[in-house]
């Protein structure tokens, strides 16, 4: 029983977004463009936004695992893993 429960726990933490850190990420976005106020909140709404659906959806391990590479080499971004997860997706549907 107890194999079990651990498989399924280290199932479910496989499958949940990786944590990236919301506010570091829209900050070095905003001073990329000088510092905007504007960018900055958006982003952080936009990233939000992305980490909940990315919570609520079941990803294949593989294209989990691509689109966070994807992610963590632009600084870790939940709107580009989703971006990459939804893209992924549907090319694997077209095949």
């Known amino acids: 029983m107890l194999k079990k429960t651990l498989a399924i726990f280290i199932l479910l933490i496989s499958c949940s977004a990786h944590a990236y850190d919301i506010k570091a990420y829209c900050k ?3 001073d990329a463009v000088d510092g905007s106020y504007v960018i900055e909140r ?3 709404l936009q990233e939000s936004q992305a980490k909940d659906m990315l919570d609520s959806m079941v990803i294949p391990p ?3 695992k691509y689109c966070n ?4 080499a632009v600084g870790g971004s ?7 997860i939804n893209q992924e997706l549907q090319a694997k ?3």
């Open 62 to 64: 593989r294209v989990r």
């Open 42 to 44: 958006e982003c952080r």
């Open 28 to 30: 070095s976005v905003s």
């Open 78 to 84: 939940y709107q580009i893993e989703a971006e990459c």
């Open 69 to 72: 590479s994807i992610s963590v």
């Open 93 to 95: 549907n077209d095949m």
